[in-house]
């Protein structure tokens, strides 16, 4: 009990403890080459997502296991969604880019679980 105890004090001062740098940090975005990190990571992403789409695309062909069409339809939400969150990199600002992201979101998920709880 006194080890719990103790263990929960230190994860408390140490949660404490990370979030004051969490809070200290700049409102500076980390850049590579003049072009925001994030930005990069995301269009990163998209073009994995494209690629895993096209793996799965050609696993359903060869198989014809109607779970694949999920999984490929999961991926290439993503894809969208990777793209569309990078096209900021271009310049181009638009605000409804961030809610359909998190719709997009919610439709990965769905994709991805129908593909595991499809025969």
């Known amino acids: 009990m006194k080890n719990k105890i103790l263990f929960y004090a230190m ?3 140490l949660l404490m ?3 004051s740098i969490v809070f200290a940090q700049e409102d500076d975005d980390l850049e590579i080459f003049g072009l925001e990190a994030e930005k990069l990571l995301n269009l990163g ?13 050609a696993a359903y062909k060869r198989t014809k296991k109607e779970r694949l069409v999920y999984v490929s339809a999961a991926f290439a939400l993503f894809a969208v969604k990777g793209f569309l969150t990078s096209i900021e990199l271009l310049s181009i600002d638009w605000s409804w880019v961030d809610p359909v992201a998190s719709l997009l979101n919610f439709g990965i998920l769905l994709a991805f679980f129908a593909g595991i709880i499809k025969k």
């Open 45 to 57: 992403s998209g073009m994995l997502a494209t690629a895993l789409l096209i793996f799965t695309l």
């Open 11 to 13: 994860l408390f001062v």
């Open 17 to 19: 403890h990370l979030s």
